[in-house]
């Protein structure tokens, strides 16, 4: 799995391409676009881009982790 440039939240970028959320997860690029396909995942068109804001994927993944026990 490739190592992440980004050793903080706060380093990432305000917006996000598929291709920082791909080694950002360490998924594939595919796999990114499948959850942009997805309903309520946060992504936004501009132009022909497709970013991610940061601040609404960190709640995006809040809201979908769930507590070990």
Known sequence: MKKSIYTSYDELPLLLNAKQLADLLGVSDSSVYELIQGDG?????IGK???IPKEELREWITARTKEVQ
């Open 49 to 51: 881009r497709i970013v």
């Open 41 to 45: 995942f946060p992504s936004l068109r």
